[in-house]
């Protein structure tokens, strides 16, 4: 599903990346671990083609990230380090937003975003706006915009940064 090779990218005198080399299976969890600054945020954002690789190759279900990213990106959900997520919109219109960006037809995105909202138990608070919102509540929005066009991968970067134990653990359970 995911090969790379021989990735590197630096950011002006700092190698960010150098020289990575991995694969991840089709049905298996893959983490990318190390500490701060150890590139896992960077070789995230090449593979989810937000930034190219200095060198190296980067492929996604056989699409190479670089030369195809539209190819790439389609079987892609992304949870990145910081949201998303349009505050003054309410929970529901974020949720419509992201079906539409991952092109689906409008009908399709409002009932798939219901099926989310149920699932994440947003429904309740469905139409306030993000912005009231506590933080653990917008992560899980996080990850259902992330799953809205039922991707075949799901990239987590620090899925529960700034959550409390509790809501920590809660996410967790709604990731497994």
């Not at 790379?4 to 080399?21: S, Y």
């Not at 083609?49 to 195809?68: L, N």
Request: net charge positive.
């Amino acid at each position: 599903m995911i090969e790379v090779r021989q990735l590197a990218k630096r950011f002006g005198k700092v190698a960010a990346l150098h020289d990575i080399t991995f694969e991840a299976r089709d049905g298996r969890v893959t983490g990318l671990l190390g500490p701060n600054g150890a590139g896992k945020s960077t070789c995230l954002r090449i593979l989810y083609t937000a930034i190219q690789a200095d060198a190296g190759s980067a492929t996604i279900d056989g699409h190479d990230c670089t030369r195809e990213p539209l190819a790439a990106r389609r079987c892609l959900g992304v949870l990145p380090h910081a949201t998303g997520l349009y505050p003054n919109l309410t929970v529901r219109e974020n949720l419509w937003m992201f079906g539409r960006l991952y092109q689906l037809p409008s009908k399709e995105a409002r009932r798939r975003a219901n099926e989310l909202l149920e699932q994440f138990t947003l429904t309740d608070a469905s139409d306030r706006p993000v912005k009231t919102y506590s933080g653990g509540m917008r992560r899980r929005l996080d990850l259902a915009s992330a799953l809205i066009g039922r991707p075949r991968l799901l990239f987590l970067d620090e899925p529960t940064t700034g959550l409390h134990p509790r809501s920590r653990m809660g996410m967790w359970d709604v990731i497994r």
